[in-house]
C-alpha cells in the first residue's frame, strides 16, 4: 500500500509538468508530512540524508568528466574524430553513415554524454550526409541512435551513477560497458553497411594511407585521452573520479594552450555552459538520494524482495519484467533520474535472485540508450530534432528500426551475462 501512496504522488506530481527533480523532492516532503509518522527530528534526518548520500568521492567525477567534454567540443576535437573516422571506412556502403557511427563512439569515449555526442557529431554529420545523398530521416536516425553509445562506452556519467547509488566498484562498470558498447557499435555499422547495399547509397573515395595518417594525427589528441583515462584506471594509476579530474586538466590544457582553439575570453562560457549540465544533473542526484532514502526507510525494496521469492520469479522472468518496466519509464524520464530511484529498488531483488550487480548495471544502462530514442522524453531526438530541423514525430520514426534492433540488443545481453561480465571477471578476479 505504501509504494501504491509514493507511486501515485509522484505520477500527480509529473502529470502537472513539474521537472523530476523537484517531483522527486516534493514527493518525499509530502508523504512524510502527511502519512509518515516520522517524529519532529525529520528535516534533520533528510538534511543528514542529503548530506552524506552527496558526500561521495565518486559523484565529483560527473562534473569533472562533463566539462572535459565540454572543453573537447567547443575546442573542435569532435571535428578531427570525425575527419579521422571517414578516412578509415569512407569508402565502404554507406561508409559515411559509417563513419558517423565511428565518430559517436570514439567521441562518446572522451565525453561521457550522449545528448553532447550528438550534438557534437551530428551538427558536422548530419549535414555532410544529406549533401552526399543519404536520406534525410536516415541520417538523423544514424545520428540519434549512434549518439546513445556516449552512455554505455566508458566512461560513461550514467555508469558512474549507477555505480554511486549500487555502492558498485565504477572501474568494474565501465569494463562492464566495453563488450556490450563495442557489440552495440558494430550492430549499428551492420545495419548501416547492408541498408546502404540494398538501398545503394553513395560511397565516398578510398582515403590513401597518407590522408588515414595525417587523419590519425589530428585526432591523436582526443584519441590520447582515452588512453589516458582508461589506462590509468586499470593500470592502478588513479581511480575513476582522479581520471575524470585529469581527463578535464588535460582537455583544457589540448584546448587553451597546445592547439589554441579556445581563447581565453571564451573560457568563462565554458565553464558556465559546463556548470549548468552539471547543476542540473547534480540537483537530480540530491533529490533521488532523498526518494531513495524514503523507500529504504519504509522498506519497500526490501518489501519488493521478499513478494518476489514468495512467489518464486525465476532470475529471467525478474529481468523480463524489469526491462519492461525500464522501457517504459525509459519514455518518460531521464536516464540519471531512473537509474537512481530503480536501481536501489531493483538491487535487493537481483542480489536476492543470485544476478550479478554488475550485469544489472549493464541491462539498466541499455534500456536507458533505448529510453534516448523513444517519445515522448527521448532527450537524443529532442537534439536531433533540433540539428536536423525535423519534427519529432518524423525523428521518432526515423529512429524506430534502430530502437527495435536494440531491444533484439538488449535481450542478448539480458540473457546472456556473460558479455557483460567476461572482461570484469577477467580483471578483477
Given at each position: 500500500m505504501t509504494i501504491l501512496i509514493i507511486v501515485a504522488i509522484l505520477l500527480a506530481l509529473l502529470l502537472t509538468g513539474t521537472p523530476i527533480s523537484i517531483a522527486l523532492g516534493a514527493t518525499v516532503m509530502l508523504f512524510i508530512t502527511i502519512f509518515s509518522s516520522f517524529d519532529g527530528d525529520t528535516v534533520n534526518i533528510l538534511s543528514q540524508r542529503l548530506f552524506t548520500g552527496l558526500e561521495s568521492f565518486a559523484i565529483m567525477a560527473v562534473p569533472f568528466f562533463i566539462l572535459?567534454?565540454?572543453?573537447?567540443?567547443?575546442?573542435?576535437?569532435?571535428?578531427?574524430?570525425?575527419?579521422?573516422?571517414?578516412?578509415?571506412?569512407g569508402s565502404l556502403p554507406g561508409g559515411l553513415a559509417i563513419s558517423a557511427v565511428l565518430a559517436c563512439a570514439f567521441f562518446a569515449t572522451v565525453s561521457g554524454s550522449s545528448p553532447a555526442t550528438v550534438v557534437a557529431i551530428g551538427s558536422i554529420m548530419l549535414p555532410a550526409l544529406v549533401k552526399e545523398g543519404y536520406p534525410k530521416a536516415f541520417s538523423t536516425g544514424v545520428i540519434a541512435t549512434?549518439?546513445?553509445?556516449?552512455?554505455?562506452?566508458p566512461p560513461s556519467i550514467v555508469l558512474i551513477i549507477y555505480a554511486v547509488s549500487t555502492s558498485q566498484s565504477a572501474g568494474k562498470m565501465f569494463l562492464a560497458g566495453m563488450v556490450p558498447g563495442a557489440l552495440l557499435g558494430i550492430l549499428l555499422i551492420g545495419m548501416v553497411y547492408f541498408t546502404a547495399k540494398i538501398k545503394k547509397f553513395p560511397r565516398s573515395e578510398s582515403a590513401s594511407v597518407k590522408e588515414i595518417w595525417a587523419a590519425f594525427k589530428d585526432a591523436f589528441s582526443g584519441l590520447l585521452l582515452v588512453v589516458i583515462v582508461l589506462g590509468g584506471i586499470y593500470g592502478g594509476v588513479f581511480t575513476p573520479t582522479e581520471?575524470?579530474?585529469i581527463s578535464a586538466v588535460y582537455a583544457f590544457f589540448i584546448s587553451v594552450v597546445v592547439e589554441k582553439t579556445i581563447g581565453l575570453p571564451q573560457l568563462p562560457k565554458v565553464i558556465l555552459s559546463a556548470a549548468n549540465t552539471s547543476s542540473m544533473i547534480l540537483y537530480i542526484i540530491t533529490n533521488a538520494i532523498l526518494f531513495s532514502f524514503l523507500l529504504t526507510s519504509e522498506?519497500?525494496?526490501?518489501?519488493?524482495?521478499?513478494?518476489?521469492?514468495?512467489?518464486?520469479?525465476s532470475p529471467y522472468m525478474f529481468l523480463l519484467a524489469l526491462n519492461i518496466l525500464l522501457l517504459v519509464a525509459g519514455q518518460f524520464m531521464e536516464p540519471s533520474a531512473i537509474i537512481l530511484i530503480l536501481a536501489p529498488l531493483a538491487l535487493p531483488i537481483a542480489l536476492q535472485l543470485g544476478i550479478d550487480p554488475v550485469h544489472?548495471?549493464?541491462?539498466?544502462?541499455?534500456?536507458?540508450?533505448?529510453?534516448?530514442?523513444?517519445?515522448?522524453?527521448g532527450l537524443n531526438l529532442f537534439v536531433a530534432s533540433h540539428i536536423s530541423r525535423m519534427g519529432m514525430t518524423k525523428v521518432a520514426i526515423a529512429a524506430f528500426p534502430w530502437?527495435?534492433?536494440?531491444?533484439?540488443?538488449?535481450?542478448?545481453?539480458?540473457?546472456?551475462?556473460?558479455i557483460s561480465l567476461w572482461l570484469p571477471n577477467l580483471v578483477y578476479e
Amino acid at each position: 500500500m505504501t509504494i501504491l501512496i509514493i507511486v501515485a504522488i509522484l505520477l500527480a506530481l509529473l502529470l502537472t509538468g513539474t521537472p523530476i527533480s523537484i517531483a522527486l523532492g516534493a514527493t518525499v516532503m509530502l508523504f512524510i508530512t502527511i502519512f509518515s509518522s516520522f517524529d519532529g527530528d525529520t528535516v534533520n534526518i533528510l538534511s543528514q540524508r542529503l548530506f552524506t548520500g552527496l558526500e561521495s568521492f565518486a559523484i565529483m567525477a560527473v562534473p569533472f568528466f562533463i566539462l572535459s567534454g565540454t572543453f573537447l567540443v567547443e575546442g573542435g576535437s569532435a571535428a578531427k574524430l570525425v575527419r579521422f573516422a571517414k578516412a578509415l571506412v569512407g569508402s565502404l556502403p554507406g561508409g559515411l553513415a559509417i563513419s558517423a557511427v565511428l565518430a559517436c563512439a570514439f567521441f562518446a569515449t572522451v565525453s561521457g554524454s550522449s545528448p553532447a555526442t550528438v550534438v557534437a557529431i551530428g551538427s558536422i554529420m548530419l549535414p555532410a550526409l544529406v549533401k552526399e545523398g543519404y536520406p534525410k530521416a536516415f541520417s538523423t536516425g544514424v545520428i540519434a541512435t549512434s549518439g546513445s553509445l556516449g552512455i554505455l562506452i566508458p566512461p560513461s556519467i550514467v555508469l558512474i551513477i549507477y555505480a554511486v547509488s549500487t555502492s558498485q566498484s565504477a572501474g568494474k562498470m565501465f569494463l562492464a560497458g566495453m563488450v556490450p558498447g563495442a557489440l552495440l557499435g558494430i550492430l549499428l555499422i551492420g545495419m548501416v553497411y547492408f541498408t546502404a547495399k540494398i538501398k545503394k547509397f553513395p560511397r565516398s573515395e578510398s582515403a590513401s594511407v597518407k590522408e588515414i595518417w595525417a587523419a590519425f594525427k589530428d585526432a591523436f589528441s582526443g584519441l590520447l585521452l582515452v588512453v589516458i583515462v582508461l589506462g590509468g584506471i586499470y593500470g592502478g594509476v588513479f581511480t575513476p573520479t582522479e581520471a575524470a579530474a585529469i581527463s578535464a586538466v588535460y582537455a583544457f590544457f589540448i584546448s587553451v594552450v597546445v592547439e589554441k582553439t579556445i581563447g581565453l575570453p571564451q573560457l568563462p562560457k565554458v565553464i558556465l555552459s559546463a556548470a549548468n549540465t552539471s547543476s542540473m544533473i547534480l540537483y537530480i542526484i540530491t533529490n533521488a538520494i532523498l526518494f531513495s532514502f524514503l523507500l529504504t526507510s519504509e522498506q519497500i525494496p526490501q518489501e519488493l524482495a521478499l513478494w518476489v521469492v514468495e512467489n518464486e520469479l525465476s532470475p529471467y522472468m525478474f529481468l523480463l519484467a524489469l526491462n519492461i518496466l525500464l522501457l517504459v519509464a525509459g519514455q518518460f524520464m531521464e536516464p540519471s533520474a531512473i537509474i537512481l530511484i530503480l536501481a536501489p529498488l531493483a538491487l535487493p531483488i537481483a542480489l536476492q535472485l543470485g544476478i550479478d550487480p554488475v550485469h544489472l548495471g549493464i541491462i539498466m544502462t541499455i534500456n536507458m540508450e533505448i529510453g534516448m530514442i523513444t517519445p515522448p522524453v527521448g532527450l537524443n531526438l529532442f537534439v536531433a530534432s533540433h540539428i536536423s530541423r525535423m519534427g519529432m514525430t518524423k525523428v521518432a520514426i526515423a529512429a524506430f528500426p534502430w530502437a527495435i534492433a536494440m531491444i533484439g540488443f538488449l535481450f542478448l545481453i539480458t540473457f546472456v551475462p556473460e558479455i557483460s561480465l567476461w572482461l570484469p571477471n577477467l580483471v578483477y578476479e
